[in-house]
């Protein structure tokens, strides 16, 4: 077998950096990858545009991630976002700083992102092999399979051939690993880098999971995050392709009457969002949908009925919005709802909203009663949508469980049940809300295990 100093499974984000921080430390690596060529997900994220990390703190950052999110301390003492932007930087990269702190290229190109990384990739100490997919990770014991990745809502949690052992111990120490095409590779350093269970046709299938379970590490159940969510109101389809901006979206759970047009007595809030949202054909999506993605799909694993309020005017009270419509009605009494609201909503969405206040939309402005002028404020204050489920983790943006960090030494990223054994990425059980902490968690653990094998 050939002789590695380490051996990184999955060109990803993390396990590309896992690689170019070892081999500038003079380490002999060996990178795998089953995909035809790296960063295959990278070229995706961000729209394409990738967002690569955020301009925020420390402190800032944590409070973005779930709930083991102390356990990324010590990887961004090491390697945070500072160091990212330099390393990208340094390299000729252009970056820019958005709204919300989110850093893109500045050509909002991808591609270029993953240039850089590839050129480094471009290292004497680096061999770097394409299209190979690994099967086993080779180790004197293995742990026998514990089956501790339950079926979810949406069937089993990962995919691919299972290669159980008969074997009833722990190995102490990685060997090397075995690929599907049959190549045997040495090494006493592995690191696991292989992404989670979103989307698959970029490699990520759950090998990582497998190979972590086998070796005798739990694995937190696998479920979606970051999100879009389907609605049962059909109406929305003719919305399909609408942004709105500035809105609050609101979470409701078991609200005693499920058709409430506002959240009155026995409606529990459970979270909110302030932002951006778009409109699909089975539901809604984007920033603040995605981000409370994982709410919602833990209120439906309870049983519980589940519904979402749009606010499109959360800077408004009742009053003023209730003054601003009448002197739109008093400015032009003749003047057509449909027509009336143009100055209030986006016009693809008006006459299905007045439908849904049940206001006629020929109805002059000099005709609307008090009580149907209640109901448009009411739906402009708490549209209410009745969430039907969450897209699956395999259209999900980042897969939430993984590897326990509890068995993760957070100052190595090395296994402490495995010697020689090491975790970057996805493939832990990390996930934060959309703006650039995924891909610096990616980056900053992958930093920290090649300054570690």
């Known amino acids: 077998m050939d002789q590695f100093d380490a051996i990184i499974i999955g060109a990803g984000p993390a396990g590309m950096m896992a690689a170019i921080r070892a081999a500038e430390r003079d380490r002999k690596i060996l990178l795998l990858e089953r995909n035809k060529s790296p960063g295959k997900k990278l070229l995706i994220s961000g729209k394409g545009r990738c967002n690569l990390t955020n301009s925020g703190d420390v402190k800032g950052f944590l409070a973005e991630f779930s709930e083991s999110r102390n356990f990324l301390r010590n990887a961004f003492a090491r390697f945070f976002n500072a160091d990212l932007i330099s390393f990208f930087e340094d390299a000729g990269l252009k970056l820019k700083t958005e709204r919300g702190g989110r850093v893109f290229p500045v050509s909002n190109h991808s591609s270029d992102v993953l240039d850089v990384l590839k050129s480094k990739l471009n290292n004497k100490n680096i061999r770097f092999l394409s299209g190979e997919r690994v099967k086993k990770v080779l180790a004197p014991l293995e742990a026998k399979a514990t089956n501790s990745l339950p079926a979810g809502r949406h069937g089993k949690c990962y995919s691919g051939e299972a290669d159980a052992s008969n074997g009833a111990g722990i190995s102490n120490k990685v060997s090397g690993v075995l690929t599907y095409s049959g190549k045997s590779f040495s090494s006493g350093h592995i690191v696991i880098a292989t992404g989670g269970l979103s989307y698959p046709q970029t490699g ?151 439908e849904y206040c049940n206001v006629n939309a020929d109805k002059g402005a000099n005709q609307v009663t008090a009580d149907e002028r209640k109901r448009l404020i009411e739906g402009l204050f708490g549209l209410r949508l009745t969430v039907e489920e969450v897209m699956p983790v395999s259209q999900a943006i980042v897969t939430r469980g993984g590897v326990d960090t509890r068995e993760i030494n957070p100052k190595t ?18 996930d934060a809300r959309t703006g650039g902490y995924n891909m610096q968690a990616a980056f900053s653990t992958g930093w920290v295990c090649g300054d570690n094998i």
């Open 413 to 430: 990223m090395e296994s402490k049940i495995v010697k020689g054994l090491f975790f970057a990425g996805e493939v832990i059980d990390i």
């Open 204 to 354: 990520s299938t759950g090998d990582g999971y497998k190979l972590a379970e086998k070796l005798g590490h739990r694995i937190i159940p696998l479920k979606p995050a970051l999100s879009a969510v389907c609605v049962k109101e059909r109406f929305i389809r003719d919305w399909q392709g609408i942004a709105l901006k500035n809105v609050r979206l609101t979470l409701f759970a078991d609200p005693s009457d499920p058709d409430a047009r506002t959240g009155g007595t026995g409606n529990k809030p459970i979270a909110e969002r302030f932002g951006e949202m778009i409109f699909t054909h089975f539901g809604i999506s984007g920033p603040i949908v995605l981000d409370l993605s994982a709410v919602v799909y833990d209120a439906l694993a309870l049983k519980n009925e589940v519904s979402m309020s749009i606010n499109f005017k959360p800077a408004l009270d009742y009053k003023t919005l209730d003054a601003r419509l009448l002197r739109e009605f008093k400015a032009s009494p003749g003047k057509k709802m449909r027509n009336i609201f143009k100055n209030i909503l986006p016009q693809g969405i008006i006459a299905r909203f007045l």
